[in-house]
């Protein structure tokens, strides 16, 4: 099959174990791919502030990117922003009440600075450190801010919510909860939601950079991981999971390469886009 465009998941996808950095191998399958014409389309959960070194060194390939799950697609060398769906306010409001009833942390997104009570904040301390290491070290670290109480910030433009440390009894209520919400949101861990605009998806996201670039649906190649690229592997010409990936995202995929830590993207894209091969 033709392949024009690589949409590619960046944590536990393409990234090595750092989350910073492509390794070499899949630096020269990209340039590669963009040499023969190929558009490459970083599509994360991410926020702009937050994206890694490996996709803002001034590559050639780098263009467009999808962002917030879908919510936004922006240029990556400058941060334009393209198009944007933030939450809706009464979504807002009801995902407060939930959280606080459940007891669960709950993070407001704005511009890259994550949102959160001081008693959510200590909330995800005490969960398991390995769960949210990166987290709790990386990100919060540097963009979290205690709030007293997150309503205060319902009427601004929320990019993108963050519902953790969500225990397994639990899952199938919030679950039901957000059903009834207007809000997509989608499993970025085994205990973590992220949580957007009803139709920010990631393959909405791909969708949109497909209609700017003038590519068909069916000539992309996505790549992914975790349950928020379980849409766009779907809507995808090529849906490829990494082996790293849990079953039920291996199953909703076309094709399954090596894990994140042993170059699966980098052959993935060697196998489908370089070669040719089916």
Not at 160 to 181: F, M, S, Y
Not at 202 to 222: D, F, H, W, Y
Request: glycine share 8%; net charge negative; hydrophobic share 45%.
């Amino acid at each position: 099959m033709r392949i024009s465009l690589i949409a590619m998941d960046l944590d536990g996808t393409t990234l090595q174990a750092d989350r910073k950095h492509f390794s070499p191998r899949l630096q020269a399958a990209l340039a590669q791919a963009h040499e023969r014409g190929i558009a490459v389309v970083p599509v994360t959960g991410r926020q702009y502030e937050l994206l890694p070194e490996a996709v803002q060194t001034g590559a050639a390939w780098e263009n467009l990117c999808v962002l917030c799950n879908g919510g936004q697609v922006r240029r990556l060398a400058t941060g334009e922003l393209l198009e944007s769906r933030p939450l809706p306010s009464r979504a807002l409001l009801s995902l407060v009440d939930m959280a606080e009833e459940l007891q669960l942390p709950l993070e407001f997104s704005i511009r890259g600075r994550l949102y959160l009570t001081a008693a959510d904040w200590e909330r995800e301390r005490q969960w398991p450190k390995g769960d949210l290491a990166f987290h709790l070290d990386q990100i919060l670290s540097r963009q979290g801010h205690a709030i007293l109480d997150l309503r205060m910030l319902c009427g601004e433009e929320i990019e993108k919510v963050n519902l953790l440390c969500i225990p397994a009894e639990k899952k199938g209520e919030v679950e039901r909860r957000l059903a009834d919400l207007p809000v997509s949101g989608a499993w970025s861990g085994a205990n973590n939601m992220e949580l957007s605009h009803p139709l920010a998806t990631k393959a909405n996201g791909l969708r949109s950079v497909c209609q700017r670039l003038g590519i068909p649906m069916e000539e992309t190649m996505a790549m992914g991981d975790s349950g928020n690229d379980i849409t766009m592997l779907q809507a995808a010409g090529l849906g490829v999971a990494v082996a790293n990936a849990p079953p039920e995202v291996q199953q909703a995929a076309d094709a399954v390469t090596g894990a994140n830590e042993e170059d699966g993207a980098a052959l993935a894209i060697e196998r489908f886009v370089l070669s040719g091969a089916e």
